[in-house]
């Protein structure tokens, strides 16, 4: 990485997982998704509509013969894949790994056309309609994920040749569009490029790179519209249907107005957060952008997001809809929008280091993150409700999009391997160090980083069982005595915390700075410092305007959202009530979904058995006791099918 445009990251390289949950989850991605996501590139899962996304690339390159099959933007799964393999060639070197990846790099570059141009679609299908259709066809999106995995590839292995190819294409994509004359002044209808151009920025130093990044935000939304534009020229036809098209909705593409103008989070919800994330990006050395990322924030997370961290409520569109407007059981939020906002937080944490946004962050992994893969990592949830009818699903229309069932994979499959690559990468967010001799953790886990400060050498050591419980061990160990700041953060959700430093118990209270407990001091090896997090298990109330919650609670223990699942608690889960004074207690259960907290209260059920059958009658509830069960909202949908249901009626 150049100096000058280094973040806050402690390479992923020297961070190491050693257990906990996201170990697990970490291992899961290495030992089982991606060999599993190659069987399916390679179409050689059973009874799965054929990806065929590596035979294009052979079609391509000349290697095969056949039709392209998939769609339009089918190129991203390979690249996705290939990002993952890189974070875990970093993290546990692989030979035979590294050599497979070898060969799909090999064959990216053979499908590379004379000018660098890079997408199998319009190589093979349409190639006299390149860059003719960008609001819908997301040449520059896959350029971006090809970018990812390229710089991710190269950062893991030190080889340039996926890392060359792009930077070709990059060279291409500048030659083609910006504010100059003769260039199209033009942008992609999915946001996905400028992240990517700001991390190859990062590694080369190169600033026509983050130029071509800012063009492409500062651009968006700007009179003439250019995607109006662009219609116009294709004769107001569209990639996905026949005849006449509709002139293309702005607002979904988040291009209604320039982005500094824009004050509430409006469109398809992963497109918005990419776009707000490359902003973060850029936001370090431009004020203006920086407040619009805090305003868009602040909506996203205080008026449009859900208890489990996940965006985008409606299915029309995949979109965002207005404020307070969150259904449980038409819920959209996409897997790659609660791994699109893992992105942005961490981005805002980077321009301002405030825990609140680590909070949110922890919300969306441990939430709507986790929540997409199965316990196997063979199964993926597109859509991620926090109330599920099977029936109801089944028989309406209106709730096609949720499945009771984690799939194998989709047609459209952006969120397998985009899980794959934020689980491989999980060790670079736990960690962070500032230029001020700050050393932050951020999350907690059993783990080990190591570090430099001030031309020394260090390392920290975690052990916890953290998000069971809240007991965290820290080891410093140094080669000499040195001062720094440890910062640990104190999660916006911990009420009580307490403190020791070597044994002695310290007053947190003067510790306290923007979410974090700042303890400045001088270091020697061996050092250690326990922090224990008040972790009961916490009744959640949501604002008064989320009307689908009204008279409802959620429960919550740490980072963990709970739910409902009928195979613990009967059908009809919306008969259950829970009393505001029932006790709640929490056991851990090893044989239980891979290990899991369970949250066990008495509770109350109608009893339909003394209801008069009649559809709508005078005749008021009778209950019986009941004592319900609770598991973390991650792991539903891993046993029998069934309901399922995060708000519970309040009594």
Not at 33 to 57: G, R, T
Not at 584 to 612: F, H, M, P, Q
């Amino acid at each position: 990485m150049t100096e000058g445009v280094r973040g806050l990251e402690i390479p992923l390289r020297s961070v190491k997982l050693n257990g906990g949950l996201l170990g697990i989850k970490n291992e899961l991605i290495r030992k089982e998704v991606i060999p599993y996501q190659w069987k399916v590139l390679n179409n050689e899962i059973p009874d799965m509509e054929p990806s065929n996304a590596l035979e294009n690339f052979r079609i391509a390159a000349g290697e095969s013969e056949g039709k392209f099959m998939g769609i339009v933007f089918q190129d991203s799964d390979i690249a996705k894949w290939l990002e993952a393999v890189a974070y875990q060639l970093t993290s546990n070197p692989d030979r035979e790994l590294e050599k497979l990846a070898d060969s799909v790099i090999d064959l990216i570059a053979k499908a590379q056309e004379a000018d660098a141009y890079l997408n199998t679609y319009f190589t093979i299908v349409e190639p006299d309609k390149k860059w003719s259709n960008l609001t819908e066809c997301h040449e520059l999106y896959c350029a971006g994920h090809m970018l990812e995995a390229a710089v991710a590839y190269y950062q893991a292995t030190g080889k340039r040749k996926l890392l060359e190819v792009m930077i070709g294409f990059v060279e291409l994509i500048d030659r083609k569009f910006g504010p100059e004359p003769g260039k199209v002044k033009g942008y992609p209808g999915h946001q996905e490029i400028e992240l990517a151009l700001m991390k190859l920025y990062r590694i080369t130093g190169e600033e026509r790179y983050r130029r071509l990044a800012k063009y492409f935000i500062d651009e968006r939304g700007k009179e003439p519209y250019f995607f109006h534009q662009e219609w116009e020229k294709r004769g107001r036809k569209s990639h996905w249907t026949e005849g006449v098209s509709a002139r293309p909705d702005l607002e979904y593409f988040q291009a209604q107005l320039p982005v500094r103008e824009q004050e509430v989070a409006v469109g398809h919800s992963v497109r918005a957060i990419y776009m707000y994330s490359a902003m973060a990006d850029l936001a370090g050395e431009d004020k203006s952008l920086l407040q619009t990322c805090q305003r868009l924030w602040k909506n996203i997370t205080g008026k449009q997001m859900y208890i489990t961290g996940g965006l985008g409520s409606s299915a029309q569109q995949e979109s965002f809809s207005c404020d307070y407007d969150l259904p449980n059981d038409l819920a959209y939020t996409e897997t790659c929008a609660a791994i699109a906002l893992v992105f942005f937080a961490w981005r805002m944490f980077q321009l301002e280091q405030k825990g609140e946004y680590i909070d949110v962050l922890e919300r969306a992994l441990y939430n709507g993150v986790l929540s997409g893969i199965s316990e196997d990592g063979k199964g993926f949830f597109y859509v991620n409700p926090l109330e599920v009818h099977p029936e109801t699903c089944e028989k309406r229309p209106d709730h096609n999009h949720v499945k009771i069932r984690r799939q194998k994979w989709f047609g459209c499959a952006c969120c397998p391997p985009n899980i794959a690559r934020l689980l491989a990468s999980i060790g670079q967010y736990i960690y962070a160090q500032n230029n001020d001799n700050k050393v932050f953790v951020n999350l907690y886990n059993n783990s080990s980083a190591e570090m430099r400060i001030a031309g020394q050498d260090i390392s920290i050591k975690q052990i916890t069982n953290y998000p069971w419980n809240g007991d965290i061990g820290i080891t410093i160990d140094t080669e000499q005595e040195i001062e720094f700041t440890l910062a640990l953060r104190l999660p916006g959700w911990c009420k009580k915390a307490w403190l020791k430093i070597n044994r002695e118990s310290v007053e947190i209270g003067e510790l306290i700075k923007d979410g974090y407990l700042c303890i400045k001091r001088n270091w020697s090896r061996g050092d250690q410092v326990n922090l224990i997090l008040d972790m009961p298990v916490e009744r959640i109330y949501a604002h008064p305007k989320l009307r689908y919650n009204a008279g409802k609670v959620a429960l919550q223990q740490g980072p963990l959202v709970y739910c409902l699942e009928e195979v613990d608690n009967g059908s009809n889960l919306a008969g259950i009530y829970l009393p505001s004074d029932s006790e709640l207690t929490v056991k851990y259960r090893w044989d239980l979904l891979g290990g899991v907290n369970v949250i066990s209260g008495n509770a109350l059920r109608v009893d339909e058995s003394s209801c008069s059958g009649a559809l709508y009658s005078t005749e008021d509830y009778h209950y019986k006791e009941f004592r319900i069960t609770a598991i973390p909202y991650f792991a539903w949908s891993n046993r029998e099918s069934g309901e399922m249901s995060v708000w519970i009626n309040k009594k």
